[in-house]
């Protein structure tokens, strides 16, 4: 069990979650309140539920040895544009045609703003980091564009059932999440789609000589992160019914980044692991959870993720490993994971 | 691969960028009327003076194929570290100035020792920079901290008079810094040693050039530009403030790239990125201008502009590889078809 690769993220996962227990022994409890299952478990899954699903497009991208910087900017211009179409007063909560237009639309927006990334990636070669700034810097005027720089307030119920709904009991969010997860595990183990993804990370000009089209699996692999990013942005402005072109997902990247590499996969591209990325993000979900419930100010955040992403590279890295860990290699791997 | 290039292709980013520049001036000067004044000329100076500071640093990292992303919040933390010193340790400015230079200087050093000694690719050192400098920001204080000392004032205040316009004592900074970085990087080893990594890192080493060092030397480098901005910055705004400069790493990049550096590293010249962050400034002037458009128009047209010089430039190093591999009488798989595996990720 220790072999496993989830066995280190999951312990860290489990660490924090105890540490909250210390300072709030309620924090395990679930109860039942108005008909759905309430608790800070459950808020955890339904907060990062955004984080969650960028990270997942963001793993298969980084598997490519790629990197999606713009998945910030898609949030916001997702949501931008799905708040543009349900905000307009006088919507009726009966029909049910604004928030089908409205998911439309920003799904398709984001698979386009996807598409600009793979196509810039496969088609012209520019390095992804290059080619995805440019949409991050420009996303952002393009959501604000859309909510004309104001903050748009959604008062459309059916929309509000996206991120602040319940099914089953249990945040509609979380289905929304398991779906997509679902839907990716499915497509990258059961099909050889997971192969070529990593055959393309590792060498992708093997990969094109042994017959494989490396271009459209890259072209895919950012449509994908588009699609997840732009059901992010669409979570995350029906849970909180306004869409803010400047600042919605902010510093998304980053953090979708940090679940990836905190999940295990390796910058260099090649392998992923699609598990490793969940629990990655929900450690830095309960790690935001956890500062605020213990009374630490929030900004201290920032510098605690600044150490994890460096603690994690450095773990990473061979050159650090011969040089510093050396023979304490397992040892000094399980004191850090535990500072993290 | 830059030695066998010929001088044309070297100069052509360059020249369209300058070339970019006039025209946009032309453009201002012939549609709104006071554009074509030398003090608008100089404003884009005086409100971009932290900007060219920063892309001179900036222009060093991206030459040898690396980035900084945590120039912007090293910005906030040195504006936040002398509006602290000053306000509340109540420090003489000639003993908080070093001090604030020191922050971003120490920061650049880490990050420079991190990406070469562990091998660990730039963009996420620095973007583990880009939070720890934030959020130490935030630690100092979460309030911004206004400053009214004597010095400060006189730094923000006063003004050089040119003819009937005048500058003010930060664009002097700015010059000094950009002609420091011209003469590092034209005149001294050190320049040529960074070109010949952003080359070919490989044969820099073989050569026997002190890769290592020089890398390490470029991170502190800039660290310590984004810590003159960061003062010059505090200058311009009186005060310290954890916000300050939020994504200002972009702007930086996107000059330096419009510029006509090559982000693969190995071409690109310090007054390029001068020149493009004036055109950041034009585009700026001209929105304020126009006085319709909405300042988020800012960022779209900057978005396209980068589109067009990385386009750009693409084609020109396809160009020039398919030029020398049939010149060769040699086609190199490798170099004529577009490189999908990049080098700096």
Redesign the interface.
Known sequence: MIKSRLFWPILVLVLILLLNLFFDPGFFSVEVRGGHLTGSLIDILNRGAPLILIAIGMTLVIATAGIDLSVGSVVAMAGAMAAFVVSKPGLSDDSLVPLFTALALAIGLSVVAGMWNGLLVSRIGVQPIVATLILMVAGRGIAQLITNGQILTIYYEPYSFVGGGYLLMLPFSIFIVAAVLALALFLTRKTSIGLFIESVGSNPEASRLTGLNSKNILLMVYIFSGFCAGIGGIILSSNVSAADGNNAGLWFELDAILAVVIGGTSLMGGKFHLMGTVIGALIIQSLTTTIYSIGIPPEVNLVVKAVVVLIVCLLQSPEFRKKVLGGLKSKANRDAKGVA | MLKRLNINYKHLPILVTVGLFILMYIFGSMRYTGFMSSQVFLNLFINNAFLIILAVGMTFVILTGG?DLSVGSVIALTSMVAADLIMNAQLSPWLVIPISLLVGTTLGLINGC?IH?????P???T??????A???A??IN?ESIAITDPFFDFMAKTRIPIGDSFISISVVIALVVVLIGVYLAHYTNFGRTVYAIGGSEQSAVLMGLPVGRTKILIYTFSGFCASLAGLVFTFYMLSGY?LHANGME?DV??SV?IGGTL??GGVGYVAGSVIGVLILGVIQTIIIFEGTL???????A???L??AF??FQ?ILV?RSNVKKAAGANNVD??ESS????????
């Open positions: 980035i991190i000694f562990f091998n660990i690719q963009f996420i050192v973007l583990a920079g880009l939070f720890l934030r959020g130490l935030y630690l979460i954890a972009l990049i996107a790239v982000l693969t909405s300042s988020w128009w800012t960022k779209i900057i978005g396209v980068v589109l990385i386009v693409r396809v798989i490798k577009p490189p999908l595996k990049t080098k700096s990720m």
